[in-house]
């Protein structure tokens, strides 16, 4: 069984930051490339960016340059920081990962999703 568990949205102003984590925990024998993605009321789950086990980084154009997203391998944790949130960035931020078990099985399983709202 493999869980993964965001935590850290919330509420903030225009123009703020918050900073997003994911944990991954269970029979994980390893981690291949782990991402944000986050869906908005009425819209389609969309891309935010997504990382390799290696830190290659990858982001939606509208996120490069005010999104970071990192990981701690040792933690099986990846986090996204976001700067200068606009109200179009309020979404269900959901965290990826691609995991192989310790029984060998090959998966891309999602978090719960944290709720991020920017507004004044």
């Known amino acids: 069984q493999v869980q993964l568990v965001e935590s850290g949205g919330g509420l903030v102003q225009p123009g703020g930051s918050l900073r997003l984590s994911c944990a991954a925990s269970g029979s994980i024998l390893s981690i291949h490339a782990m991402g944000w993605y986050r869906q908005a009321p009425g819209k389609q789950r969309e891309l935010v960016a997504t990382?390799?086990?290696?830190?290659?980084?990858n982001y939606a154009d509208s996120m490069k340059g005010r999104f970071t997203i990192s990981r701690d391998n040792a933690k099986n944790t990846v986090y996204l920081q976001m700067n200068s949130l606009k109200p179009e960035d309020t979404a269900v931020y959901y965290c990826n990962a691609g995991i192989v078990s310790k029984y060998g099985i090959c998966g891309s399983h999602w978090g719960q999703g944290t709720q991020v709202t920017v507004s004044s």
């Open positions: 990382i390799t086990s290696g830190g290659d980084t």
